[in-house]
T-cell receptor, first 113, second 112 residues
Framework: GQQLNQSPQSMFIQEGEDVSMNCTSS?????WLWYKQEPGEGPVLLIA?????ELTSNGRLTAQFGITRKDSFLNISASIPSDVGIYFC?????????????FGTGTRLTIIP | DTGVSQNPRHKITKRGQNVTFRCDPI?????LYWYRQTLGQGPEFLTY????????KSRLLSDRFSAERPKGSFSTLEIQRTEQGDSAMYLC??????????FGQGTRLTVV
């Protein structure tokens, strides 16, 4: 199935550093969502974006809905050990018959002690 | 409401056996999705329901797979004649219409 392009694939950072990741698509989406997944668990919703250009924060997390509606960005400021996990973007189309979440390939975040 | 609930959490089965998973969505969420996730990949769409109607099925969903949501509440996903390639995490999510989806903890299937 289709998956969105997410980069970087993995990141190794030190505690306290800021993190940036992005997601691109060849298709337009009406909604962008960002999830975090830990081993053996389901994805947990972090941020939802509904309008092109929208910038939304959730604590140390900030995400943006790209102007073209084909991309989105997630930033994490001042990373802490519990930020470790895999981050997925997901786009939602509202086209009839295609109303499902399409996921990115994931960014694995590791914090170096 | 405690969120989306999936049962069982883990299932080990022999090749050729049938398995059934259950998903209880967040109450009043009329949309329910099934996804499959293999190691190192993002979740891949299998099918979704709007209330009791199954509106879309992925080509990933072979004829050995069937999903139901008989009363528009809980859903079941059945895999018949399991194969080793079916080993994966099966995720269920629910949402109010066309907004953010909330996932369950998943059912990890291992076919031996």
């Amino acid at each position: 199935g289709q998956q969105l392009n997410q980069s970087p694939q993995s990141m190794f950072i030190q505690e306290g550093e800021d993190v940036s990741m992005n997601c691109t698509s060849s298709s337009i989406f009406n909604t962008w969502l960002w999830y975090k997944q830990e081993p053996g668990e389901g994805p947990v919703l972090l941020i939802a974006l509904y309008k092109a250009g929208e910038l939304t924060s959730n604590g140390r997390l900030t995400a943006q809905f790209g102007i073209t509606r084909k991309d989105s960005f997630l930033n994490i400021s001042a990373s802490i050990p519990s930020d470790v996990g895999i981050y997925f973007c997901a786009g939602l189309s509202l086209n009839f018959g295609n109303e499902k979440l399409t996921f990115g390939t994931g960014t694995r975040l590791t914090i170096i002690p | 409401d405690t969120g989306v609930s999936q049962n069982p959490r883990h299932k080990i089965t022999k090749r050729g056996q049938n398995v059934t998973f259950r998903c209880d969505p967040i109450s009043e969420h009329n949309r329910l999705y099934w996804y499959r996730q293999t190691l190192g990949q993002g979740p891949e769409f299998l099918t979704y329901f709007q209330n009791e109607a199954q509106l879309e099925k992925s080509r990933l969903l072979s004829d050995r797979f069937s999903a139901e949501r008989p009363k528009g509440s809980f859903s079941t996903l059945e895999i018949q004649r399991t194969e080793q390639g079916d080993s994966a995490m099966y995720l269920c999510a629910s949402s109010p219409e066309n907004t953010e989806a909330f996932f369950g903890q998943g059912t990890r299937l291992t076919v031996v």
